[in-house]
């Protein structure tokens, strides 16, 4: 059992937050002499060292405080919609403040208006900036700009899993992407890999579908049917970050940045090696 499920199962979701929250003061009192980032530095990774550009589709996860900034993040997300521009697009996870199965088992009411996301506060103000389109589903929504951004997201509470080809995650994939990690390793795009090339699509998943409630823009409650993630096998995978960046993928670059660092790899690349690593029988469960 890991140490991270092991947290995940003795602590509730407000108290990870506060464990993130020390251990980023504690890098603060550590490396209270280390320059804050510049915008200008994180245009220059982004276009010079990890190739973003106009036109580009990218699925972002991120944590803000990892960036070390001396910016907001407002001013973030704009500078990745002036890059890409509209002819591209911007995606990000909107999931609830605590695990799946947490959700799904406390029987909570995701409010497409209210409720936080727990994916940090990029995504947060992303979701409430203009011509954002957030997805309807209760565990795994994304919001997302561009173009197509609407035609993306719709039907998500449809979706076979939350991440299959009939999903956001699928759709997008199906168009070509890229993702991107600012402040962190997630790759949200994993789980779509999982779905698609698993024997079983269902494989990482608790057997029975969950009804949930969703509370729509229009203040409607809807029920949307949705399979919830397996956390105790998840536990015993490696994580995806750690899997992906094992993979020697070509297109995957990373650069240190304030304390962590950014991320981006071609998902199209990744889809090949994926699917050829489970014809191997080779996923991150046995890795």
């Known amino acids: 059992m890991s140490l991270r499920y ?9 108290q990870r937050v506060y464990i993130k929250k020390i251990k980023r003061y504690i890098l603060n009192v550590f490396q209270h002499n280390k320059a804050k980032t510049t915008l200008s530095e994180l245009r220059y990774i982004l276009t010079h060292e990890l190739g973003l550009k106009a036109k580009d589709r990218i699925i972002v ?18 500078l990745l919609q002036s890059i890409v521009t509209e002819e591209g697009l911007i995606m990000m996870p909107y999931y609830p403040p605590m695990n799946s199965d947490e959700w799904a088992k406390g029987n909570h009411v995701f409010d497409m208006l209210t409720t936080k996301s727990g994916m940090g506060i990029l995504t947060n103000v992303f979701s409430k900036m203009d011509d954002v389109y ?6 795994k929504a994304v919001c997302a700009w ?11 509470e449809y979706a076979t899993t ?24 997630n790759i949200p795009i994993f789980h779509a890999f999982e779905d698609v090339f698993s024997e ?9 579908e969950y009804n949930l409630v969703v509370r729509t823009q229009h203040g409607i409650n809807e029920i949307v049917k949705t399979h919830i993630h397996n956390s105790h096998l998840l536990s015993k995978c490696m994580s995806a970050g750690d899997y992906v960046a094992s993979l020697h993928c070509k297109t995957y670059k990373k650069i240190d940045f304030g304390y962590s660092y950014v991320y981006i790899i ?7 090696v994926m699917r050829k690593m489970f014809e191997k029988g080779n996923s991150r469960l046995k890795a």
Not at 134 to 139: G, M, R, Y
Not at 266 to 272: T, V
């Open 146 to 156: 561009g173009k197509e951004a609407e035609e993306i997201i719709q039907g998500h």
């Open 6 to 14: 092991l947290l995940k199962r003795i602590t509730s979701s407000q």
């Open 200 to 208: 079983n699509k269902l494989a990482y998943y608790e057997p029975m």
């Open 162 to 185: 939350p991440f299959y080809w009939d999903s956001p995650y699928g759709k997008l994939l199906k168009k070509g992407c890229k993702s991107l990690g600012l402040g962190l390793k």
């Open 61 to 78: 996860s991120s944590s803000f405080g990892n960036l070390h900034a001396a910016y907001s993040p407002e001013e973030v997300i704009k």
């Open 266 to 272: 071609d998902n199209i690349e990744l889809l090949d």
């Open 134 to 139: 957030k997805s309807k589903h209760p565990t």
